[in-house]
């Protein structure tokens, strides 16, 4: 059965928003429910101005590594014409897919105040699917949890948590983002934690473009409309760090994207960054003065009392502008019998909180990586995301060998 999409609305300020589509039935009521992947939010691919008014002209804004430029050449892809703007062409053979075709040359001053402010969730169409399956089973639907807001300054309540931008056909999305720690490089990790569906469009699609991520955005915590006249620092204090290596789970990239509940169990990426501009060597790490490890051993749910999600909520009632969170203890979500069970727990965050992460305690009694909110409903009030098991760690472990040293 196909769910059908909600029809458009006005998000506030009068601009038209795209509300966000069905994902699955929630098991435990007799009809359907219409869930959301709660995923990225998106907006005008145009907005932030002309990308060759950005990237190309005298300045050469657009740096490319040498590295980078090979590979691009391999494509096909003209350097000077991406310069112009080519990125925006996203015509199936122009789209790389493939797991090694990543690249993500940095446009400098591409994603000002306005663009990131801007960005707004994609319309994602999905299929109603058997979710009461089993690897593990699916347990009752949980209360919902009323998001707490995160105190200000952000950089001293949670300095993990981000923002991750990026670009699609659909136009400009966000998603939500951890630091992690780099195992090749201890103390001075330059590794984010994300959602798959934050950096790939799935079996439908490739690698998204122009990746970056900010640490505590708006990490004073202005209401959106004073957002409207803050400058880059004050909106980005700890820079642009874009993305020069990304990864994602080969099931994601095969079966993951619009129909949203497939490939969820999957659903994590890592991204390895590098400043926009000079950090004056620093690593992420050490520019945002934190970073959590990653626990691919984490409990069961029976034995996990609680976890905590975090992240930018953006659609109806949040505006994408302040940090979230919420504590839960997490039950069980099957969807369907061939993939892993999920975490889920009561939270009435929405999208944009996707990708954020789900932080317990870890073996060693301090705070850990667990998940990432993967899933979620238009309505009622929970998210799921996946369990890191195998997969997950070595998608990890290679982004931190292919670093190593560096």
Not at 271 to 280: A, L, N, Q, R, Y
Request: hydrophobic residues 35%; negative net charge.
């Amino acid at each position: 059965m196909r769910l059908t999409r909600p029809s458009s609305t006005t998000r506030r300020g009068g601009r038209p928003r795209r509300r966000t589509s069905p994902v699955l039935a929630a098991v435990a009521l007799a009809s359907a429910l219409a869930l959301t992947v709660t995923a990225c939010e998106s907006g005008d691919a145009a907005a932030g101005g002309d990308a060759s008014a950005t990237a190309a002209s005298g300045d050469d804004k657009l740096r490319i590594p040498d590295d980078i430029r090979d590979r691009l050449k391999e494509h096909g892809i003209d350097i000077d014409k991406w310069k112009d703007g080519a990125w925006k062409d996203w015509s199936k053979d122009d789209w790389l897919r493939e797991a090694n075709d990543f690249v993500n040359p940095i446009i400098e001053d591409l994603w000002d105040p306005d663009r990131m402010r801007d960005a707004e969730e994609p319309d994602q169409g999905v299929d109603e699917g058997d979710i009461s399956g089993d690897q593990g089973v699916t347990d009752p639907t949980p209360e919902p949890v009323q998001a707490q807001a995160v105190p200000p300054k952000y950089h001293s309540s949670a300095p993990t948590a981000g923002k991750v931008f990026f670009d699609s056909p659909e136009g400009t999305m966000v998603c939500s983002a951890t630091v992690v720690q780099d195992p090749a490089n201890p103390g001075k990790s330059n590794m984010v934690w994300t959602a798959g569906h934050c950096v790939h469009a799935g079996k439908k699609g490739g690698w998204y473009r122009n990746i970056a991520f900010v640490p505590s955005y708006n990490d004073a915590g202005r209401p959106a409309e004073e957002l409207e006249s803050a400058t880059k620092e004050e909106v980005a204090p700890y820079g642009v760090w874009w993305g020069d290596w990304a990864q994602t789970s080969d099931q994601w990239i095969e079966q993951g994207g619009a129909t949203g509940g497939d490939g969820a169990s999957y659903d994590f990426a890592v991204i390895h960054v590098t400043p926009e501009e000079d950090s004056g060597g620093k690593s992420l790490e050490e520019t945002v003065g934190s970073a959590l490890p990653v626990d691919f051993e984490a409990p069961a749910v029976p034995q996990m009392k609680s976890v905590t999600a975090i992240g930018y909520p953006a659609a109806p009632p949040y505006d994408g502008q302040t940090l979230y969170r919420c504590q839960d203890r997490p039950g069980r979500l099957s969807i369907n019998a061939s993939d892993p069970t999920m975490y889920r727990i009561g939270c009435s965050m929405t999208a944009g909180s996707s990708g954020g992460g789900w932080v317990a305690t870890g073996a060693d009694g301090k705070p850990a990586l667990v998940s990432n909110t993967s899933i979620g409903p238009v309505t009622s009030g929970w998210l799921a995301g996946p369990r890191l098991g195998d997969e997950a760690k070595g998608i990890y472990e290679a982004v931190s060998e292919k670093f190593a040293g560096q």
